[in-house]
């Protein structure tokens, strides 16, 4: 068991952001789920930093 508070939570919220951002952004794809697309990435890194660092998040 994680000892952080709401660990597992956090790593289900990050493997679901990397789906997303796992998708691609060419063609196709209307210009807000591009936009969608890019800030997943941007949370990804935003997710693992505070997870590396152990910062405390809060879900609810």
Same mark, same amino acid.
């Given at each position: 068991m994680d000892?952080?508070?709401?660990?597992?939570?956090?790593?289900?919220?990050?493997a679901r952001l990397k789906e997303i951002a796992?998708?691609?952004q060419?063609?196709? !794809?209307d210009q807000l789920r591009q936009?969608? !697309?890019?800030?997943?990435?941007?949370?990804v890194a935003v997710l693992q930093l505070?997870?590396?660092e152990?910062?405390?998040l809060h879900f609810s």
């Open positions: 000892p952080r508070p709401h660990g597992p939570q956090r790593t289900a919220i990050l796992g998708q691609q060419e063609g196709s !794809i936009r969608h !697309i890019g800030d997943a990435r941007q949370l505070c997870i590396e152990n910062v405390g």
